[in-house]
Every structure is written in structure tokens, then in C-alpha cells.
């Protein structure tokens, strides 16, 4: 069966909150308080992992979620792919400490697969530009379709 699977790279500090979580959770539940089944669970929250798995004998994708290398998702037939795009933005998340909040912006390297003209799947996501170029050749390749570069301001297809 030729399929491709992606997993999105977890960030380090997403593992360092989750393994912090299942000490508090540890703590917690041998102190005797319930609350460590929350704790628990939040750590655990932290430990799953968002990707995509095509199977291309059969023209299906999914998208996935894993958890210690078990992988749920409901497989979907894969439309006609049109093309595959490369492109740069940010995101923006709201951290709250206490009482006090603040905006993180951070920038990331996404591939989509776009088909019906202006619908998208969302492949993978990174920091590292030459990583996703090099997921996009392979979806290319084994699809045999063209990336469009949006990295800068001026698309171009490679």
C-alpha cells in the first residue's frame, strides 16, 4: 500500500508543559487529590500530534491525530488535486499569565493541496522553509503536480 504519512514537528515547549503536567499529575494522585486525574489528562493533551495520511492506492486522505503512536482519523476520498502550495504567514495566540495577557505572533511555512479551484487540505506546517519545500516535492512528485512558491511577495511555479 503506497501511502504518505505527515506528522507536524511538536514544539519542545508543547512536550516540556505535557511532562511537567504528568508530574503534577503524579504528585497530585499520590497526595490523594482527584485533581490529578485534570492533570492528568492535560498532559496528555499536550502530547498528541496533528498530521495528514494519503493513501494513494485507493485515493484517500485523512487528516490524523496521535497519541503514542495510535493514529485516528476517518479516511475521506482524495479530490482531483490541482496543485500544491507553498507559503509563508503567522499566526497569533493570546498567553495569559495571572491577570495579564499579551499576543505571541509567530511565523510558519505551510503546504496545502488545492483543488475546485480555491479549496485547500492543509498538509503540513513548519518553522523550517527547505523542510517544507521538501514535503512538498514528494506530495508533488507522487501526485505529479506543480508547486506554486508563495513564499515571497512575487508566486512563481517550480
Not at 90 to 105: G, P
Amino acid at each position: 500500500m503506497k501511502t504518505i504519512s505527515y506528522n507536524r514537528p511538536r514544539p519542545t515547549l508543547q512536550l516540556i508543559y505535557g511532562v511537567g503536567l504528568l508530574v503534577l499529575s503524579s504528585f497530585a494522585l499520590i497526595s490523594g487529590h482527584f485533581l490529578g486525574i485534570l492533570f492528568g489528562v492535560a498532559g496528555f493533551y499536550f502530547f498528541r500530534n496533528e498530521g495528514l495520511e494519503m493513501n494513494l492506492e485507493n485515493s484517500q486522505y485523512r487528516t490524523t491525530t496521535s497519541l503514542f503512536n495510535l493514529t485516528f482519523g476517518t479516511w475521506n476520498p482524495l479530490p482531483e488535486i490541482e496543485y500544491v502550495s507553498v507559503f509563508k504567514t503567522t499566526q497569533t495566540s493570546r498567553v495569559w499569565v495571572s491577570t495579564a495577557s499579551t499576543q505571541v505572533t509567530i511565523s510558519c511555512v505551510k503546504v496545502n493541496l488545492f483543488y475546485n479551484t480555491n479549496r485547500k487540505i492543509e498538509a503540513y506546517e513548519t518553522d523550517n522553509t527547505d523542510q517544507a519545500f521538501a514535503i512538498a516535492t514528494q506530495i508533488a512528485s507522487a501526485l505529479h503536480l506543480k508547486i506554486l512558491d508563495a513564499t515571497s511577495k512575487d508566486p512563481n511555479w517550480l
